[in-house]
C-alpha cells in the first residue's frame, strides 16, 4: 500500500507507520496491470533514484570514443599533414559524420551524468537480443519505454514477457537494473 502523504511503501494498516498519515481504503486503489490473471500490479509511476559510482563511471567511460576519435583526427590533420599532404575531401567529411555522431551519444551519457538520477518504472520486457561483433552490446523491446540498451547483468537475468521494474537512464536509454515483479 502507498501512503497518501508520503508517497512511501508500507504495510496495510490504519496509519503510516513512516509519516503518521491515517491510511484509507482509497489509497490503496489499484492502477490497471497485471502479471497474471490474478494477481494486480501496483504501478506508482516514475519515480528517480540516484546513480551508484558505477554507473557514473560507465557513462563517463561512454564518451570516450568521441575525445579518442576527435584526438586522432586532429593528430593526423595537424602533425601527420605535412609528411602525407592535405587530407582528401573524402576524409574529412567521414571524419565530420563520425564525430556528429560520437558526439550525439557523448551529449546523451553527460545529460544522464550531470542529472546524477536514475529513473524507476514498471514495464513488460517484449523481447531482448544481443548485437554481433566484436564490441557486443544488448538490448530490449518495452512495451512503454521502447527500445533501451541493457547492460549484461539485466540482458541475462530477464525473460520476455515478465513484467519488471525498470532503473534506466533516460537520455542515453541504458537500462541499469530489471527487478522482476511477482
Known amino acids: ?4 502523504n508520503c508517497s512511501s511503501e508500507v504495510s496495510p494498516g490504519p496509519s503510516c507507520s513512516r509519516c503518521g498519515a491515517a491510511l484509507t481504503a482509497k489509497s ?5 496491470g497485471f502479471i497474471s490473471n490474478t494477481a494486480p500490479i501496483v504501478d506508482e509511476g516514475p519515480r528517480r533514484v540516484p546513480l551508484t559510482f558505477t554507473q557514473r563511471a560507465r557513462l563517463l ?16 590533420l595537424i602533425a601527420l599533414q605535412d609528411i602525407l599532404g592535405p587530407a582528401p ?14 558526439g550525439y551519444y557523448a551529449i546523451q551519457r553527460l545529460r544522464d551524468l550531470i542529472s546524477g538520477m536514475a529513473v524507476v518504472q514498471t514495464d513488460v520486457l517484449e523481447r531482448s537480443w544481443s548485437s554481433s561483433g566484436p ?6 523491446k518495452f512495451t512503454q519505454l521502447g527500445r533501451m540498451q541493457l ?3 539485466a540482458h541475462f537475468g530477464s ?5 519488471y521494474r525498470v532503473h534506466y537512464s533516460p537520455a542515453s536509454k541504458i537500462v541499469w537494473l530489471l527487478e522482476p515483479l511477482r
Open 1 to 4: 500500500m502507498q501512503c497518501p
Open 89 to 102: 575531401l573524402a576524409f574529412l567529411l567521414f571524419a565530420a559524420f563520425v564525430i556528429l555522431v560520437l
Open 61 to 76: 567511460f561512454g564518451c570516450l570514443p568521441l575525445v579518442t576519435f576527435t584526438l586522432l583526427t586532429a593528430v593526423y
Open 28 to 32: 490503496a486503489a489499484f492502477t490497471p
Open 159 to 163: 525473460t520476455f514477457g515478465k513484467r
Open 135 to 140: 564490441s557486443r552490446s544488448f538490448y530490449g
Open 151 to 153: 547492460v549484461p547483468k
